[in-house]
T-cell receptor, first 112, second 112 residues
């Protein structure tokens, strides 16, 4: 069964600190992996998208990594800001399908 | 340019009723996808449409149906509403379906 699991479920950090969110997937055959940021009550916003051949991709203070062999991805947030408080969702799609498998997300809270 | 728009923003229905949700994609986008997001969980894929044809369907009962119009806008219909249908319904558009999806703000449906 195609699944996407994220950890931790929730995370609290102080402003200015770094953090890393994890995503493990069993989706096969793998097509691409995306990280989204979702503010409460709003639709998700794309942060990064990576295909099989890409190991890392950055978007400002956000850096995503992908290990297609172990089927793991991480999202690293550098020098966190209060506005980073949101849910971060990992999404994986399989080759030959238009179905996107969403993880349950990591809820991040950045405190002043 | 306007982003993805959805209407209505909020909706309250009672069990057994029917509901129609609407989505207008970003100008030039020909693909629309629908997702259900229950509180505290990640979005679940319902449908994807491209050029008015259904290209993908998630694990939802036949009470859920959708269509796409010649102007690429889309409607999601849910019949015989159940309490468990209460959720945020998200619409996402993309150029052809496999690229980055841009999400709308969602329609929050409450079934009493």
């Amino acid at each position: 069964k195609n699944q996407v699991e994220q950890s931790p479920q929730s995370l609290i950090i102080l402003e200015g600190k770094n953090c890393t969110l994890q995503c493990n997937y069993t989706v096969s055959p793998f097509s691409n992996l995306r990280w989204y940021k979702q503010d409460t009550g709003r639709g998700p916003v794309s942060l990064t998208i990576m295909t099989f051949s890409e190991n890392t991709k950055s978007n400002g203070r956000y850096t995503a990594t992908l290990d297609a062999d172990t089927k793991q991805s991480s999202l690293h947030i550098t020098a966190s800001q209060l506005s980073d408080s949101a849910s971060y969702i990992c999404v994986v799609s399989a080759v030959g399908t238009y179905k996107y498998i969403f993880g349950t997300g990591t809820r991040l809270k950045v405190l002043a | 340019d306007a982003g993805v728009t959805q209407s209505p923003t909020h909706l309250i229905k009672t069990r057994g009723q029917q509901v129609t949700l609407r989505c207008s994609p970003i100008s030039g986008h020909k693909s629309v996808s629908w997702y259900q997001q229950v509180l505290g969980q990640g979005p679940q894929f319902i449908f994807q449409y491209y050029e008015k044809e259904e290209r993908g369907r998630g694990n939802f009962p036949d009470r859920f149906s959708a269509r796409q119009f010649p102007n690429y806008s889309s409607e999601l219909n849910v019949n015989a509403l159940l309490l468990g249908d209460s959720a945020l319904y998200l619409c996402a558009s993309s150029l052809q379906g496999r690229e980055t999806q841009y999400f709308g703000p969602g329609t929050r449906l409450l079934v009493l």
